[in-house]
């Protein structure tokens, strides 16, 4: 026997033996194996189909947070906006108010130097005829020491208060 080409009787049991194994793997461990082939394709869909469930939730999420953070910083804008107002609000309502403080105290002291103007006005008037009433009461007496003068100064008078 030659140890290069097999016998034809080796080849024939060789195939026998073949066909055999393969009758009994069909029977007992093909359907087996290709259920656990079959699960493990089921498991690798059921695996990628979770992925892209993930990604899409992620994707869904991402778009949630950007809508989230646009409507915080839109609100964020508005407090903002809306606490500016009020500050300018607040500034012209004080500068009006200091405004109005300031016209009221102006009135109170144009007021109160009309009234002292009077009053100083008042006691001017009144030592100027007290001034006048001095003079004429004492160029009165100097006219009216002499008895001549005084016969004079009252007929002139009396002339005067008839031509009037």
Avoid: C, Y
Wanted: hydrophobic letters at 45%; glycine letters at 4%.
């Amino acid at each position: 026997m030659d140890l290069i080409t097999p016998g034809l009787g080796l080849v024939f049991w060789t195939v026998i033996t073949f066909l055999f194994l393969l009758i009994i793997l069909k029977k007992f461990a093909w359907k087996p194996i290709l259920g656990a082939v079959s699960e493990r394709e089921e498991g690798i869909k059921k695996a990628l189909a979770s992925a892209e469930d993930a990604r899409k939730e992620m994707e869904n999420l991402h778009a949630d947070n950007e809508r989230i953070l646009k409507e915080a910083r839109a609100e964020r804008e508005a407090l903002l906006k809306e606490a500016r107002d009020i500050k300018n609000k607040m500034i012209d309502d004080a500068k009006g108010e200091a405004q109005n403080q300031a016209d009221k105290i102006i009135t109170q002291a144009q007021a109160a130097i009309e009234s002292e103007k009077k009053a100083a006005m008042a006691e001017l008037k009144k030592h100027v005829a007290d001034l006048s009433i001095e003079i004429a009461e004492k160029v009165v007496r100097k006219e009216l020491s002499n008895k001549d003068k005084q016969v004079q100064l009252v007929e002139s008078m009396l002339v005067e208060a008839k031509l009037n």
